[in-house]
């Protein structure tokens, strides 16, 4: 079969030919219609991410995406067996790794959402246990994950959204209730903070990490009412993978840092909240996503842009 072969850790993918997956047992063959390139396939890709384990080379990439079983139902997929993967015209992938998709969610949509849909809905529902009336700051709300916890957040009940982003035209163009505009005048950005921490947030949900969030973690313990807990959840670190956080900033209030990823949440839990979030998407949520055909998997792997790039198969 083809697809989109890894021969070692940090190459680019090739198209080419693949062996044929062949179910075990619990497992099912499913034809894949759409793969979406995320952060996470890249990272998985390179062999670099923490849920990297044995594995090896070559492999498919992808790690999610959408598609049919040998009985004709559609289906997402999370996580097939490696060293197959979700950017080939077939896969294996536990039957437990399955959610449906609804009639009114075209393939590449749902391939498109549900994996930065994934990291909002778990951080929202799973981990910061988001209940409604509540305050919530999206770090990094131009992305395309940061844009869906925005639409998640409103799914659920929240009472105001507080956007931050670098991009200008992007965070203007967003449903947000305020906005923060990140720079590097740390003073501006610190009183910007402070302002609306003093006015109260109960939830961050941070796909930044760096600076950006030790800034805001700081602006939180000096700011922030004390009877109002903050939950600040940790998702991606698309500005840097530490940051310099001073002991003090977690005693001087209630702030509870929280992760979410793979590992966090049980994978039967992420399972389900997919199945959720792609019935919760059919026609109200959006994504900005661009179609490429899996053929031009080594020239398109490397673009950047603000649409998700899905890979079809037979297209």
């Not at 996503?289 to 842009?305: F, T």
Request: hydrophobic letters at 50%.
């Amino acid at each position: 079969m083809k697809a989109a072969v890894v021969r070692a850790a940090g190459q680019t993918p090739v198209y080419g030919d693949f062996a044929e997956p062949e179910p075990a047992a619990g497992e099912i063959r499913v034809a894949v219609a759409a793969a979406a390139l995320s952060p996470l396939a890249r990272s998985r890709a390179s062999g670099g991410h923490y849920s990297v384990a044995g594995g090896g080379f070559p492999a498919v990439a992808g790690v999610d995406g959408v598609g049919r079983r040998d009985d004709g139902r559609r289906v997402y997929f999370l996580l097939p067996r490696p060293p197959f993967g979700a950017m080939a015209e077939r896969t294996v992938v536990a039957a437990a790794h399955c959610a449906p998709i609804p009639d009114g969610l075209d393939d590449m949509t749902a391939a498109a959402i549900a994996n930065p849909g994934m990291s909002s809905w778990a951080a929202l529902k799973e981990r910061a246990k988001l209940k409604a009336g509540e305050t919530v700051l999206i770090n990094g709300a131009t992305g395309a994950a940061g844009h869906l916890a925005m639409q998640a957040a409103r799914h659920f009940g929240a009472g105001k959204v507080i956007a931050t982003g670098r991009n200008l035209e992007a965070l203007a163009r967003l449903d947000a209730d305020a906005t923060i505009a990140l720079s590097d005048d740390w003073a501006a950005l610190d009183d910007a903070f402070c302002r609306q921490f003093a006015a109260g947030i109960d939830v961050v949900v941070d796909y930044l990490w760096g600076r950006s969030a030790e800034r805001m973690l700081a602006a939180a313990s000096k700011a922030s009412p004390v009877d109002r807990p903050l939950r600040f959840v940790q998702v991606g670190n698309a500005s840097g993978p530490n940051v310099t956080l001073p002991g003090a900033v977690l005693r001087s209030k209630p702030i509870a840092l929280i992760g979410s990823g793979l590992g966090s949440v049980p994978t039967d839990r992420l399972i389900a909240d997919i199945g959720e979030l792609l019935a919760a998407a059919a026609g109200r949520f959006t994504i900005a996503a661009r179609a490429v055909p899996l053929a031009e998997v080594e020239r398109a792997w490397g673009e950047a842009g603000d649409a998700r790039l899905v890979f079809t198969v037979g297209a």
